[in-house]
């Protein structure tokens, strides 16, 4: 294993990385692209708020599904989360937010409109402040394709509430779906 990788692998950050390399970022990009190194980050330590809230979501959504294909590991931004037998999901992770800025009403919200036309399943992590789960939604793609965002009342009952799924559920439910296109 080269040095490139060893070091990459300790942080995920190709500014730490090519500094204790004593080398331009842009050189070590090149040269991990070069001998195949996926370049991926690690937004749980380097990420805005909201990206580290989307890989906690990824990780666990990962932990309780241990078999399915994690997309991010293999290029940075991928445009779908996981691969599970063929089939397509993408993870979203949201706090409570004011529904509006004369509002005391929160809800969760998720955007939807970048995975619409390529998701099979999107799975929703609601999380309370504190970063503890409240919800799992599971949803189907029948459900959701031309839905741009869609908004989870925290307080009052919600539509979507109708696809919450015990997360130790999840790996089961892939398991039972048939291999896409067979």
Not at 92 to 103: E, G, I, R
Not at 126 to 150: I, M, N, R
């Amino acid at each position: 294993m080269s040095i490139e990788i060893i070091t990459y692998r300790k942080h995920r950050n190709l500014k730490l990385d090519a500094n204790e390399l004593g080398i331009a970022w842009q050189e070590l990009y090149v040269r991990l692209k070069k001998i195949g190194e996926p370049v991926t980050g690690d937004k749980l330590l380097y990420g805005s708020d909201r990206d580290k809230l989307g890989a906690l979501a990824e990780a666990e959504f990962k932990k309780f599904v241990p078999h399915s294909i994690d997309k991010n590991a293999e290029i940075f931004q991928a445009k779908i989360d996981f691969n599970i037998n063929g089939y397509l999901i993408d993870v979203k992770a949201s706090k409570p937010k004011l529904t509006n800025k004369n509002s005391i009403k929160k809800a969760w919200s998720f955007s939807f409109k970048k995975q619409t036309l390529i998701a099979d399943f999107i799975v929703c992590f609601c999380y309370l402040e504190d970063k503890s789960l409240a919800h799992v939604l599971l949803v189907p793609s029948e459900f959701f394709k031309g839905l741009q965002t869609v908004s989870v009342s925290c307080s009052a009952v919600s539509k979507w509430l109708d696809y919450s799924i015990d997360p130790k559920n999840l790996s089961d439910f892939f398991k039972s779906l048939p291999i896409k296109g067979c």
